[in-house]
């Protein structure tokens, strides 16, 4: 199964049919049993997460690892990966006070647009299970991603909520031309938003097609009706 | 065989069972409480310093190897369980983290070793015997020769010593208590919803491992001598143990004890007859046992972050280039 | 309860303020302090030093009972607290006899002791002797290990602070003109000693087995060399210091015994390591058939008084050397006085901790000022002339003791009870018994 | 009493431990490496100082005793006092030499980080401190059980002791100054804000892009190297070492001194190191006040050290100065750090004091009555 760039695609099937896996093996969690993962026509099967994240491929979790102790902003800014980030030039300030400046601004635009507005300075493990959601979302923004593959975004918040945060992924895409995989378990929502859908079903590749065709599949509702 | 003297078996054995009887309390109360119990050693001194002053004070009643353990064991579980209300529970009360605990534990440490201090000062001084290097006067009424080798002290701690074992065995895995223990080693919060009491079964926890770790103490203070300092210059051994145990399986810490000990005599006498590696290395071999055996089969929970645990081999190679 | 740690939290802030403040305060206090002390001219500093010390003179001349300190830091923990306790025991005795023999001698003059424990830690050491030094003390005896011994040195050469160390027998600490006393002899002439008994006793392939620190080292090494010379052979086996057990090396021990078929072993150990080593080889075949000897290290101690170890002993005719002049009354009557007090011998090198204190007393009265460098010039006269429990105590011009006559100690019993006994002597480079 | 030389012994004291309680807060408060092997690399850096200036002032004097002999000491007792110039070079360049060999060892030593989870890695560095120290005693180049003396004071060749070793205690005060300033740039910088995500979540961080393996060891690296300046601090003070100097207990201290203070706060481990050090000096006072009780009042001054801990962390679990994660530098590039003007601060302690003075005052009368 590929991903075309620039599309929203989208991963559906029941629980257990192996669509987090997927995710892990992409983004370098766990190595493949069989298969190989390409990116832009490159191999990056086995390679770290982390270098699977610098190349622009970056996943968000489930259920959100945040770093408890820091503040909200503290956990965008970690993934932003900044200059200071470097022992030595992290001694002199000059070395990365504008950048960080930028990259503090940048935060703070995140955080208002996926609605984390007011919260930045609260202590990650204070603010609420919807927060942390977003939290994992607009960290995963915050180092201009080439691919994104975001982890059910809209569990556990609200429907209005959940309908600008992918407006916000939308217009995402539209600006930076970033491309979306989205595992989503409420596909009222997805379906309005995704162009390309992927069914899996016990680890198994059910059906695919545009949203339609994938609708009116009937193999797919019985996977559906059946657990 | 040539190599390998009977004394270095027998003191294999010996000091492995000992090894293995000071290293399973420390991992049940780890399992339970979450808290690596520095206090341990004190408990060990505890215990074999109650053996050894009844039995030098009331040789009429405490020669009897079996009275002086019951009431060590008591002892030990008292001071096991006064620490944990004192200490232990109000930190956990407050939320405080394991490594807080850790260093609470340091502390208790601390003064109890200088509380046994004054008071073994206090205790010689009054009957008039040097109680800094004790060994306690127990009559052996039965010996059973082992291997052609016959000592009454350890044929009764190889008796006592594995039916103590067995004992923790059937408490740990057969009574209704230990699977409680179980549970809240498992999962806290989970036992706490299925109706078991977290602080009952830390109590009784503290209650169990203290007095084995008591009782421990009279076994070494039988096959050698007590003092003040004794269990400190065990304690590294002791978490070497357990932690070849990764602090989680008992018959894995038993393992454990038996293998630091074989490094200490048995490997120790082979290099020593073989390459002439000076005796003063002992203490060498077993700390080296113990980084192998963590660094070539990091024993269970003892293996790294998810990833490093998945991509081992690549990992190494990329290190070493 | 999460809730009270959270209200905890507000008032919480204060202590470690509090704290900062304080240390701050101390800090800055103290460098004002020296500011003002150091702006003074000397010559102001030594008149009103010239003044106060003229009126310290009326003021004895009022005959009140002026009261020196002597600091003492021993191992009352750690690996040596055994000796540390039963030294602290010793000294005390020291006192009072110092004290009273003043007081018969209506000499309006008493000392006392401050015994600060150092951990038998060089570190310990340090702290434990700049402490006493800080509280004005001149004079420190003890500490025991001749690292610890090292550890002090640099500081007390430095501040004038005379250490007078009743057991450390380092030869690295030989120095001459330091301020650095040790009222105990170089063990070279032991190690002579031991070597030659051995040798008389018709062993000629031993295996010397020695603590593995400066003490033993040292000693093993002057034995070989003398042993060879009488045309012995002597295998040097070291074991670790501060383990808890060495049944395992006991068994290497046998084996070895075995191996290269030695006729004795010569025990080089302080006393709990020796009487644990002796605990175990007694249940060992090959060890109980061959002669054994000794350092000093392991007499005095109560377990090879009980009738395992006894028998163990007479079986194999354990013979040890340790220093003491022969037929000392001094000695005799101490260590009678001692064995009532506590019930049990003197331990190793309690004789010189006894001499230690007496020598320090006798030499801050000749010194006749509490300072250490008169004191250190008055040690060496007060020892040059003084016989102690140790016996004589004369000084060479390294602050060591010069002669050492020894003993030669075996446990025998005498009507039914186990008892040490000194069977014989060496001085002078011969052996007699008797 | 003898105020100044209490000050000056104990603020070197101070300085030598709070030097290792930064370091080890790095390491354990900030990136949640639990290391349990402070004192091997410690002992590194003193016995790389103590070796290397023994080596240069025999061979540039044409000497070749061994370094532990009688000889040895008795020389450098002449040699340190001959060539001021040569002492501070040969002190400098140790200092950097200490820096920089047990900075490697730690980066080492953090091989086993990737093998072994945070739990197992503390008793893993442990016991190759043991392996080393044991190695130590057994090497005889180096001293072996004779250890190391006559090592050459900086500044030998001042005459009067008490300027000698207030020099010393400045020398060692700028160091320590100089390490604190570093390790709050360090912490309060982005880099700061990786070791901490590291300590939350390692496998979080490292999906977020971090090469997690290369944060510890740099961190390991920096952290060691402190502990050998601080070792060389400590051998050129005493004047020798060996290598029992260096047992597990020490770092059990340290780490007391950190948890103690407050984990993942450079205030914190000074006040730690502080408090403690004081205490094992200031206490010996007890030994002057109270002869001959029953019990040895050596026993009850440990004892006391010992309840205090314990108490302290029941009275305060996260330590005297806890974690405070808003004082991070972020804060203020948008004026958001939420600091208090002096002036409130002083108003609020002054408060806080009044309070306590009541509470005390208080306290006083029902134990009067």
Same mark, same amino acid.
């Given at each position: ?227 | ?60 009643? =405490?020669?009897?190897? !079996? $009275? ?5 064991? *008591? %002892?030990? /579980?008292? #001071?096991?369980? @006064? ?58 009424? =039965?010996?059973?020769? !082992? $291997? ?5 002290? *350890? %044929?009764? /701690?190889? #008796?006592?010593? @594995? ?159 | ?434 | ?369």
């Amino acid at each position: 199964m590929s991903v075309r760039e620039g599309s929203v695609t989208g991963l559906i099937g029941p629980n257990g049919s192996g669509k987090t896996t997927l995710f892990n093996v992409i983004s370098g969690f766990y190595p493949p049993d069989s298969g190989e993962v390409y990116f832009m026509g490159n191999k990056i099967t086995g390679l770290n997460p982390n270098e699977i994240y610098n190349l622009g491929v970056i996943r968000t979790f489930q259920n959100p690892r945040l770093f408890p102790r820091l503040t909200v902003l503290e956990n965008l800014l970690v993934a932003a990966g900044s200059r200071g980030e470097r022992v030595t030039s992290s001694i002199a300030k000059r070395n990365w006070v504008d950048g960080e400046a930028k990259l503090v601004k940048k935060a703070y635009e995140i955080a208002k647009s996926v609605g984390l507005e007011g919260v930045e300075r609260n202590i990650a493990s204070d603010v609420s299970g919807a927060h942390m959601k977003l939290i994992e979302t607009a960290r995963s923004l915050m180092n201009s991603p080439k691919v994104l593959l975001v982890d059910e975004p809209a569990a556990g918040i609200s429907y209005s909520a959940a309908k600008n945060l992918f407006n916000y992924l939308l217009k995402l895409k539209e600006d930076y031309g970033i491309t979306l995989f989205i595992i989503e378990h409420r596909i009222d929502i997805l379906m309005d938003y995704v162009d390309y859908v992927y069914v899996l079903h016990l680890g198994k590749l059910l059906s695919q097609g545009t949203p339609e065709e994938v609708l009116s599949d009937k193999k797919v509702r019985e996977a559906y009706i059946g657990d | 065989m040539g190599l390998i003297d009977l004394n270095v078996i027998v003191n294999t054995i010996w000091i492995g069972l000992i090894y293995s009887l000071m290293a399973i309390p420390l991992t049940i109360s780890y399992k339970v409480t979450r808290v690596l119990n520095f206090a341990h050693t004190s408990l060990i001194t505890v215990g074999a310093y109650v053996a050894v002053i009844l039995s030098l004070v009331y040789p009429s009643l =405490f020669s009897n190897i !079996f $009275l002086a353990l019951v009431v060590s064991f *008591f %002892a030990g /579980s008292v #001071v096991a369980i @006064l620490n944990h209300k004192l200490v232990y529970r109000r930190l956990m009360d407050k939320e405080a983290s394991p490594v807080i605990l850790m260093i609470a534990s340091l502390g208790s440490w601390i003064f109890l070793k200088y509380l046994i201090y004054s008071i073994i000062s206090v205790v010689s001084k009054a009957i008039k015997k040097d109680l800094y290097f004790a060994v306690p006067n127990f009559n052996y009424t =039965f010996n059973l020769n !082992f $291997l052609g080798v016959s000592n009454p002290a *350890f %044929a009764y /701690s190889l #008796v006592l010593g @594995l039916s103590l074992v067995a004992f923790t065995f059937l408490i740990f895995y057969k009574t209704s208590f230990g699977k409680a223990m179980r549970a809240v080693a498992d999962n806290p919060q989970l036992a706490q919803i299925s109706g078991i009491s977290d602080e009952s079964v830390m109590t009784l926890t503290w209650l169990l491992s203290g007095g084995l770790a008591a009782v421990s103490g009279v076994f070494w203070a039988m096959f050698s001598y007590a003092s003040p300092e004794f269990a400190d210059s065990l304690v590294l051994q002791v978490f070497a143990a357990c932690v070849i145990g990764g602090i989680s399986s008992i018959s894995l810490t038993i393992f454990g004890g038996f293998i630091i000990a074989g490094a200490e005599n048995i490997l120790m006498t082979i290099l020593y007859t073989l390459v002439g590696l000076d005796l003063s290395f002992r203490p060498f071999l077993s700390f080296l046992t113990l980084l192998i055996v963590i660094l070539v089969r990091p024993p269970a929970g003892a293996a790294g972050g998810l990833p490093y645990r998945l991509k081992l081999r690549r990992r190494e190679s990329k290190w070493t280039s | 309860m999460s809730t009270e740690a959270k209200e905890a939290k507000p008032s919480g802030g204060i202590l470690p303020r509090l704290l900062a403040a304080f240390v701050i305060g101390l800090i800055l206090g103290g460098i004002g302090v020296f500011a003002v002390q150091s702006s003074q001219s000397s010559a102001q500093l030594s008149a009103l030093q010239n003044k106060v010390q003229s009126l310290q003179a009326t003021v004895d001349a009022l005959n009140t009972t002026k009261v020196y300190t002597i600091g003492v830091s021993f191992p009352l923990t750690g690996e040596l607290s055994d000796v540390g306790n039963q030294w602290k025991t010793v000294a005390q005795m020291a006192l009072n006899d110092l004290n009273s023999e003043l007081a018969n001698e209506n000499v309006k003059v008493q000392f006392k002791l401050v015994i600060v424990d150092d951990k038998t830690q060089a570190q310990g050491a340090l702290t434990a002797v700049q402490s006493l030094a800080q509280q004005g003390i001149k004079v420190v005896i003890g500490p025991a290990a001749s690292s610890q011994v090292k550890a002090v040195k640099a500081y007390a050469d430095a501040n004038k602070i005379l250490i007078v160390s009743p057991s450390s027998t380092s030869p690295t600490l030989a120095i001459p003109n330091d301020f650095i006393i040790r009222t105990v002899g170089s063990d070279a002439v032991q190690a002579e000693a031991l070597a030659k008994l051995a040798f008389g006793q018709g062993a000629r392939n031993v295996i010397v087995f020695y603590r593995d620190d400066e003490y033993g080292q040292a000693f093993a090494q002057f034995f070989s060399n003398v042993f060879t010379s009488l045309g012995g052979k002597a295998t040097l086996t070291k074991y670790a210091t501060g383990l808890a057990d060495y049944a395992s090396e006991v068994a290497q021990l046998s084996s070895q015994v075995k191996s290269i078929g030695a006729d004795a072993v010569v025990m080089i150990s302080f006393d709990t390591d020796g009487a644990n080593i002796l605990g175990h080889a007694k249940d060992d075949s090959t060890l109980s058939s061959v002669k054994w000897f000794s350092s000093e290290g392991v007499h005095g101690t109560t377990q090879l008084l009980s009738p395992e170890i006894a028998t163990f002993i007479r079986k194999v005719n354990l013979l040890g050397t340790r220093p003491v002049f022969k037929e000392n009354p001094v000695y005799k009557d101490f260590a009678a006085r001692y064995k009532k007090l506590t019930g049990r011998d003197p331990p190793v090198f309690a004789a010189n901790v006894y001499d230690s204190i007496i020598l320090v007393g006798k030499a801050i009265l000749l010194a006749g000022k509490y300072d250490g460098e008169a004191i250190r010039a008055a040690m060496f006269k007060v020892a040059s002339n003084y016989y102690g429990a140790s016996g004589w105590c004369i000084l060479n011009d390294a602050g060591d003791r010069m002669y050492q006559d020894y003993a030669i100690w075996t446990v025998s019993s005498v009507n039914g009870t186990y008892e040490y006994q000194d069977i014989g002597s060496y001085s002078g480079g011969t052996i007699t018994w008797g | 009493m003898d105020i100044i030389g209490f000050l000056i012994s104990w603020i070197t004291f101070f300085s030598i431990y709070s030097i290792l309680s930064i370091s080890l807060n790095l390491e354990a408060g900030y990136t949640g490496i639990s290391n349990f092997g402070k004192a091997a690399f410690y002992g590194i850096g003193a016995f790389i100082a103590a070796v290397v200036s023994l080596l240069v002032f025999l061979t540039l004097s044409g000497l070749s005793y061994p370094l532990y002999s009688l000889e040895t000491i008795v020389a450098m007792g002449t040699l340190s006092k001959q060539n001021p110039v040569l002492n501070i070079i040969v002190f400098l360049f140790t200092l950097t030499l200490a820096f920089v060999i047990s900075g490697v060892a730690g980066y080492l030593v953090s091989y086993p980080t990737l093998r072994v989870g945070p739990a197992f890695l503390g008793i893993t560095v442990l016991s190759f401190g043991e392996l080393l120290r044991i190695f130590l005693r057994n090497f005889q180049p180096t001293g072996g059980t004779y250890g190391l003396a006559g090592i050459p004071h900086p500044f030998a060749f001042v005459q009067d002791p008490t300027a000698r070793d207030l020099a010393f205690m400045l020398i060692a005060l700028t160091l320590l100054i100089a390490i604190y300033l570093f390790s709050e740039r360090l912490v309060n910088s982005p880099y700061g804000r990786l070791m901490k995500s590291v300590r939350e979540d390692e496998v979080a961080s490292l999906c977020l892009g971090k090469d997690v393996p290369k944060i510890k060891a740099q961190v390991l690296f920096i952290g060691s190297g402190m502990a050998g300046i601080a070792g060389a601090l400590l051998a050129y003070y005493m004047g020798s070492i060996n290598p029992d100097i260096f047992v597990p207990s020490l770092t059990f201290e340290v780490w007391a001194m950190v948890i103690f203070g407050g984990s993942a706060n450079n205030k914190g481990a000074l006040l730690g190191a502080g408090v403690i050090t004081f205490l094992n000096r200031a206490s010996v006072v007890l030994n002057f006040m109270f002869q001959n009780l029953p019990v040895d009042v050596n026993y009850i001054r440990w004892m006391l050290v010992g309840l205090l801990i314990v108490a302290t962390l029941l009275f305060k679990p996260e330590g005297l100065i806890p974690e405070d994660t808003r004082s991070s530098f972020v804060w203020s590039l948008f004026g958001e750090q939420k600091t208090v003007s002096f002036k409130e601060r002083t108003e609020e302690v002054r408060k806080r004091v009044k309070l306590y003075v009541k509470k005390l005052i208080s306290w006083f009368m029902m134990g009067g009555e």
